[in-house]
Structures are given as C-alpha cells and as structure tokens.
Nanobody
Framework: QVQLVESGGGLVQAGGSLRLSCAAS????????MGWFRQAPGQEREFVAT????????NYADSVKGRFTIDRDNRKNTVYLQMNSLKPEDTAVYYC??????????????????WGQGTQVTVSS
C-alpha cells in the first residue's frame, strides 16, 4: 500500500478552476494506477477519473469529461486533478486512490488498495 495525502481543495465560484494534488509515499509509485473519487453529502461515492501507472491511459466519468483532466508526475510521486468550468454539482469531498490493478473495479471503487483522507471542494453559484 501507499500513503496518500490530498491538497488543493477550497471554495470557488461556478465557472472557476481548481487543481487538486495527491502526494504518495513509497518508491514504487509508477506501479500504481491512480484515481479520483468524490462524495457529496447524502450521496454515494462517485468515480471521477483514473490514470494508468505510465500515465498513458485515462478514463473519466461522463459528468466531468471535457472539464476535468487527470495527470501524474512519477518523478514527484504525485497525481493531479485539474478541474475547470466547475459547477455547483461538483461540490463534494474529493478522494485520491491507488491500486496495483487496472480494471473495471475502479468504476465502483471496490477493492482499491489505498485511499487518501479527502479534500473539500465547494463550488458556489
């Protein structure tokens, strides 16, 4: 497992942008596929995006496609989530995740190796 620490959340107006960061511990960061999930109050956790260990493959939820971009810097053991054109419905706690396996389980967030503590993103209308 890896230890994950998110940062970069905050309050932003609708239409604005935020960039989340997730720093991972350990020397084998590139072996982990990374992703972002979010959970709004009273709602279930929702898949946002995932990126392969090499950074060559990404997947996005339809709700964020074209607005959010996931990328990673394996030299810095960090994964990012650039969020543009934010909407009030993007308000949630955003969680970073890491898993050694690439597969459909990412869409449900089942069996994920490691989770961060979360960072709050609030989008005002």
């Amino acid at each position: 497992q890896v230890q994950l620490v998110e940062s970069g959340g905050g309050l932003v107006q609708a239409g604005g942008s935020l960039r989340l960061s997730c720093a991972a511990s350990g020397r084998t960061f590139s072996r982990y596929h990374m992703g972002w999930f979010r959970q709004a109050p009273g709602q279930e956790r929702e898949f946002v995006a995932t990126i392969s260990g090499s950074g060559q493959t990404t997947n996005y939820a339809d709700s964020v496609k074209g607005r959010f971009t996931i990328d990673r810097d394996n030299r810095k053991n960090t994964v990012y989530l650039q969020m543009n054109s934010l909407k009030p419905e993007d308000t949630a706690v955003y969680y970073c995740a890491a898993d050694s396996q690439w597969g459909s389980h990412w869409l449900q967030g089942f069996g994920i190796d490691s989770w961060g503590q979360g960072t709050q993103v609030t989008v005002s209308s």
